[in-house]
């Protein structure tokens, strides 16, 4: 029933009995609530009954048909009440005045300053929002031996409010001081681990598993988030856990059929679907956007279905062109996002995202394709009931991996890695320009800081120390990061000027000063993506450390492609061995810059109709045997 509706007045009868109008239930229940004798609990029961048939705006108006006709001690719980379906149809100042009004009849109502704050946030008022969580803490922090356990929840709800918005203002030291606050009162908080732990890789703090209070070793190990444990352990077997601890957390149960086999009937073109919310300035929108383009239109229709931000770069703008269809369903809940791309036919679902963040696998996990595939976006084994396929070579995944994958491998011949030969590269800067040293080695590591771990940053200070006159040139995300890192330094006897600190710059500029390094020192357990892609089309070299898992053996896949497979380590010996013998003969430097300027763009690492090929065949393989019948 619309407001136009219910906006219409009772209209008394008159005349003929038998021709008066007859009321609503509606217009029966807005009668009852003017007459101003309604209590709150019948108020309750009604708009419940209004909700209960899906009609909150029905609900809205009899809450405030009563707040305006009743003279009641309990208006502030129907301000609240109805504060809270107002932010649910996200009318969010409607829904911050009722809150601020329940505030000031009962200023202790901790409950509507929670929402006050969620409201504030929603529309840009994060300071608002930080100050009513901070006073809801102060009002509810729970004593010793308090009996109240609504007011615990209530503290803990408002800590955990206060640590994600700071987070997400990068404000990593107040957002990590309410999370030991908020796992003090309360250990056993999965989610919160979870932030706790990955919040320390982003700050370089070590070591990095540091207890608190309660929270016992193997609670912060089992709650190290799936893409944390790719930073944090190269076990295979860790890794697996990890992910397998996120579905059974995060995704829910079904045991729906499979949505795809109640699509329409496959034929044609194959049907190819990408699913991603990273179709922007993000490294995978980096990675992917040629091979988007070059997909052979007469063998594929290509689909996109996507949630990225509309970051208006030339980058989105491109890869949105190079699909023949795009679906935006950041605003459709999972199965309703399933069930479109089921009902289009898609016959090889590829998921960009695995459980990263903003990562939507409950819609994998409806198998609206019958062909579901894991590629880039999360090297690792995702464990998404659904995804029963993980793009490889047999570099990157070695058959002594497949135990510790839930995926089968699709092993393309030379690299599993796609990249864009069309990136723009800015002007050639000088070293002068980023405070690097004319004569002396730079080293250099721009990969995010949350990959940096422990005990690579120190054999990268041992790699400093042996090569005199070198620097280290590294990416430094936020001031917690470059202080631990220099007084980590310092711990070695490195002077603070041999770390030095690049700011983020636009692409174009980030991929032209990789001329200026000398050698890339790769990060372990998670290897380098993208960066290695852009430092080897850049001509700079990479030593990298593979080990057991996929992601740790992404830049050897690379390397091997490019033809420089002597750059490859096993152990941390030989990796810290290499870049100091390398380091000191700058010639032996030079001399594989000179080969990747010369060779490497021609490389079948940079084959990209090759690589497409490759995929492309893959992949139809696949979804041909899926249209057979069985």
Same mark, same amino acid.
């Given at each position: &029933?619309?407001?136009?509706?219910?906006?219409?007045?009772?209209?008394?009868?008159?005349?003929? !009995?038998? =021709?008066?109008?007859?009321?609503?239930?509606?217009?029966?229940?807005?009668?009852?609530?003017? =007459?101003?004798?309604?209590?709150?609990?019948?108020?309750?029961?009604?708009?419940?009954?209004?909700?209960?048939?899906?009609?909150?705006?029905?609900?809205?108006?009899?809450?405030?048909?009563?707040?305006?006709?009743?003279?009641?001690?309990?208006?502030?719980?129907?301000?609240?009440?109805?504060?809270?379906?107002?932010?649910?149809?996200?009318?969010?100042?409607?829904?911050?005045?009722?809150?601020?009004?329940?505030?000031?009849?009962?200023?202790?109502?901790?409950?509507?300053?929670?929402?006050?704050? +969620?409201?504030?946030?929603?529309?840009?008022?994060?300071?608002?929002?930080?100050?009513?969580?901070?006073?809801?803490?102060?009002?509810?922090?729970?004593?010793?031996?308090?009996?109240?356990?609504?007011?615990?929840?209530?503290?803990? +709800?408002?800590? #955990? #409010?206060?640590?994600? /918005?700071?987070?997400?203002?990068?404000?990593?030291?107040?957002?990590?001081?309410?999370?030991?606050?908020?796992?003090?009162?309360?250990?056993?908080?999965?989610?919160?681990?979870?932030?706790?732990?990955?919040?320390?890789? @982003?700050?370089?703090?070590?070591?990095?598993?540091?207890?608190?209070?309660?929270?016992?070793?193997?609670?912060?190990?089992?709650?190290?988030?799936?893409?944390?444990?790719?930073?944090?352990?190269?076990?295979?077997?860790?890794?697996?856990?990890?992910?397998?601890?996120?579905?059974?957390?995060? /995704?829910?149960?079904?045991? +729906?059929?499979?949505?795809?086999?109640?699509?329409?009937?496959?034929?044609?073109?194959?049907?190819?679907?990408?699913? =991603?919310?990273?179709?922007?300035?993000?490294?995978?929108?980096?990675?992917?956007?040629?091979? %988007?383009?070059?997909?052979?239109?007469?063998?594929?229709?290509?689909?996109?279905?996507?949630?990225?931000?509309?970051?208006?770069?030339?980058?989105?703008?491109?890869?949105? @062109?190079? %699909?023949?269809?795009?679906?935006?369903?950041?605003?459709?809940?999972?199965?309703?996002?399933?069930? /479109?791309?089921?009902?289009?036919?898609?016959?090889?679902?590829?998921?960009?995202?695995?459980?990263?963040?903003?990562?939507?696998?409950?819609?994998?996990?409806?198998?609206?394709?019958?062909?579901?595939?894991?590629?880039?976006?999360?090297?690792?084994?995702?464990?998404?009931?659904?995804?029963?396929?993980?793009?490889?070579?047999?570099?990157?995944?070695?058959?002594?991996?497949?135990?510790? +994958?839930?995926?089968?491998?699709?092993?393309?011949?030379?690299?599993?890695?796609?990249?864009?030969?069309?990136?723009?590269?800015?002007?050639?800067?000088?070293?002068?320009?980023?405070?690097?040293?004319?004569?002396?080695?730079?080293?250099?590591?721009?990969?995010? #800081?949350? @990959?940096?771990?422990?005990?690579?940053?120190?054999?990268? &200070?041992?790699?400093?120390?042996?090569?005199?006159?070198?620097?280290?040139?590294?990416?430094?995300?936020?001031?917690?990061?470059?202080?631990?890192?220099?007084?980590?330094?310092?711990?070695?006897?490195?002077?603070?000027?041999?770390?030095?600190?690049?700011?983020?710059?636009?692409?174009?500029?980030?991929?032209?000063?990789?001329?200026?390094?000398?050698?890339?020192?790769?990060?372990?357990?998670?290897?380098?993506?993208?960066?290695?892609?852009?430092?080897?089309?850049?001509?700079?070299?990479?030593?990298?450390?593979?080990?057991?898992?996929?992601?740790?053996?992404?830049?050897?896949?690379?390397?091997?492609?490019?033809? /420089?497979?002597?750059?490859?380590?096993?152990?941390?010996?030989?990796?810290?061995?290499?870049?100091?013998?390398?380091?000191?003969?700058?010639?032996?430097?030079?001399?594989?810059?000179?080969?990747?300027?010369?060779?490497?763009?021609?490389?079948?690492?940079?084959?990209?109709?090759?690589?497409?090929?490759?995929?492309?065949?893959?992949?139809?393989?696949?979804?041909? @045997?899926?249209?057979? !019948?069985?």
């Amino acid at each position: &029933m619309s407001a136009t509706t219910l906006a219409a007045p009772l209209t008394a009868p008159t005349g003929d !009995p038998a =021709s008066a109008p007859v009321a609503t239930p509606a217009q029966a229940d807005l009668a009852r609530l003017r =007459s101003g004798a309604c209590p709150l609990a019948e108020l309750l029961d009604r708009t419940a009954a209004w909700q209960a048939r899906g009609d909150d705006d029905t609900a809205i108006r009899l809450y405030a048909e009563w707040l305006a006709h009743t003279d009641s001690p309990f208006r502030h719980v129907a301000l609240f009440n109805q504060g809270t379906l107002l932010a649910a149809r996200q009318r969010d100042t409607e829904a911050e005045a009722a809150y601020r009004e329940a505030l000031a009849l009962l200023p202790a109502f901790s409950q509507a300053r929670l929402n006050l704050g +969620h409201a504030l946030e929603r529309r840009g008022d994060t300071d608002g929002a930080l100050a009513e969580w901070a006073r809801v803490v102060a009002d509810t922090r729970p004593l010793p031996d308090d009996p109240r356990p609504e007011q615990r929840e209530l503290c803990l +709800h408002a800590l #955990n #409010n206060l640590a994600r /918005l700071n987070e997400q203002l990068r404000r990593f030291d107040v957002a990590e001081a309410h999370m030991v606050d908020s796992l003090t009162i309360k250990p056993d908080q999965f989610d919160v681990i979870q932030h706790y732990v990955h919040i320390r890789q @982003k700050q370089c703090e070590w070591p990095l598993y540091r207890t608190v209070g309660e929270v016992t070793p193997n609670q912060l190990l089992m709650g190290t988030s799936a893409l944390a444990m790719l930073s944090v352990s190269d076990d295979p077997a860790r890794q697996l856990m990890a992910a397998l601890r996120f579905v059974q957390e995060k /995704l829910p149960r079904t045991n +729906h059929p499979p949505l795809h086999t109640s699509g329409p009937r496959r034929e044609g073109r194959i049907r190819i679907g990408y699913l =991603s919310g990273d179709l922007a300035m993000h490294a995978v929108g980096l990675l992917t956007a040629e091979l %988007f383009e070059l997909h052979d239109r007469s063998r594929f229709e290509t689909f996109a279905f996507c949630w990225s931000r509309e970051d208006g770069s030339p980058l989105r703008e491109r890869l949105l @062109k190079s %699909f023949e269809h795009v679906y935006r369903i950041g605003q459709m809940d999972d199965t309703l996002a399933a069930r /479109l791309i089921a009902g289009l036919g898609i016959d090889v679902l590829i998921d960009l995202q695995g459980l990263t963040n903003g990562a939507r696998p409950a819609i994998l996990a409806l198998r609206p394709a019958p062909v579901q595939v894991s590629y880039l976006g999360f090297p690792g084994t995702c464990a998404i009931p659904g995804v029963d396929w993980i793009v490889a070579d047999r570099f990157v995944m070695p058959e002594a991996l497949l135990p510790f +994958h839930t995926e089968r491998p699709i092993y393309l011949p030379v690299c599993y890695q796609v990249s864009d030969r069309q990136r723009p590269v800015g002007a050639l800067p000088t070293r002068a320009q980023y405070g690097l040293p004319e004569d002396g080695f730079v080293y250099c590591s721009f990969n995010n #800081n949350f @990959k940096f771990t422990e005990e690579v940053f120190d054999s990268w &200070m041992r790699v400093l120390a042996a090569v005199p006159g070198s620097v280290l040139w590294l990416l430094a995300d936020n001031d917690w990061t470059r202080a631990n890192l220099l007084a980590r330094a310092a711990q070695h006897g490195i002077a603070e000027q041999r770390l030095v600190f690049a700011p983020r710059v636009a692409p174009p500029d980030y991929l032209a000063r990789f001329a200026l390094a000398d050698l890339m020192l790769d990060t372990f357990p998670y290897n380098a993506g993208t960066t290695a892609s852009d430092a080897l089309w850049m001509g700079l070299p990479i030593v990298t450390l593979a080990g057991r898992s996929y992601i740790s053996r992404m830049a050897g896949s690379l390397l091997t492609a490019v033809g /420089l497979p002597e750059l490859i380590t096993e152990t941390l010996p030989d990796y810290e061995r290499l870049a100091v013998a390398i380091g000191r003969s700058p010639g032996r430097a030079r001399s594989y810059r000179r080969y990747l300027e010369r060779d490497g763009r021609q490389s079948p690492l940079f084959d990209m109709p090759a690589r497409v090929r490759e995929l492309e065949d893959a992949l139809a393989a696949l979804a041909l @045997k899926a249209r057979q !019948p069985e």
